[in-house]
T-cell receptor, first 116, second 112 residues
Framework: NAGVTQTPKFQVLKTGQSMTLQCAQD?????MSWYRQDPGMGLRLIHY???????DQGEVPNGYNVSRSTTEDFPLRLLSAAPSQTSVYFC???????????????FGPGTRLTVL | GENVEQHPSTLSVQEGDSAVIKCTYS??????FPWYKQELGKGPQLIID?????GEKKDQRIAVTLNKTAKHFSLHITETQPEDSAVYFC???????????FGQGTRLTINP
């Protein structure tokens, strides 16, 4: 299994440009999520999905869109990039998220995004 | 909503000594508390977790303790080794919330 994969690894955008960060998992996990990591602020949840066709907002959803058309893929779209969106983005998945077994979240290697 | 505070932000210890990282949470309904380790250039990886019905859990050199009354939990690493150098994150979860809330992270450096 490849686990959780993310592309690209690095990206530089200009203010106002749009792009999609790709995330895929091959573990048949129902739960997927996107986080951003900024210095001194830990990991903050952007959006999450509990299954195909179901998405919801996390702590910092503004400026980002997601969709979940398949179990495997969970792309994150930046609609109009801003310098405040410069960050490292992580995608994660878990088989469930109920507080019981299967809670472990598996993280991808991250995408480092710079917005000029 | 839930808020998780983590201290210290940086920690430097001599190889072989112990390291302790502490977290406090605000939502008394939180019932699951994982710890993640992030090595340079990689995504975080779960190293240990504890549920609210347990006070302590150990796995070889790492242990986690939970004090529900005080709403804090701690990660203990004994006999530290150079490969323990990483950023560590605590997190809290409440059944039904479907969201993990992470602390700010602790950069642990093990000095040889």
């Amino acid at each position: 299994n490849a686990g959780v994969t993310q592309t690209p690894k690095f990206q530089v955008l200009k203010t106002g440009q749009s792009m999609t960060l790709q995330c895929a998992q091959d573990m048949n996990h129902e739960y997927m999520s996107w986080y951003r990591q900024d210095p001194g602020m830990g990991l903050r949840l952007i959006h999450y999905s509990v299954g195909a066709g179901i998405t919801d907002q996390g702590e910092v959803p503004n400026g980002y869109n997601v969709s979940r058309s398949t179990t495997e893929d969970f792309p994150l779209r930046l609609l109009s990039a801003a310098p405040s969106q410069t960050s490292v983005y992580f995608c994660a998945s878990s088989s469930t998220f109920s507080g019981g077994a299967g809670n472990e979240q598996f993280f991808g290697p991250g995408t480092r995004l710079t917005v000029l | 909503g839930e808020n998780v505070e983590q201290h210290p932000s940086t920690l430097s210890v001599q190889e072989g000594d112990s390291a302790v990282i502490k977290c406090t949470y605000s939502d008394s309904a939180s019932n699951y508390f994982p710890w993640y380790k992030q090595e340079l250039g990689k995504g975080p990886q779960l190293i240990i977790d504890i549920r609210s019905n347990v006070g302590e859990k150990k796995d070889q050199r790492i242990a986690v303790t939970l004090n529900k009354t005080a709403k804090h939990f701690s990660l203990h690493i004994t006999e530290t080794q150079p490969e323990d150098s990483a950023v560590y994150f605590c997190a809290a979860f409440r059944w039904g919330a479907q969201k993990l809330v992470f602390g700010q992270g602790t950069r642990l450096t093990i000095n040889p």
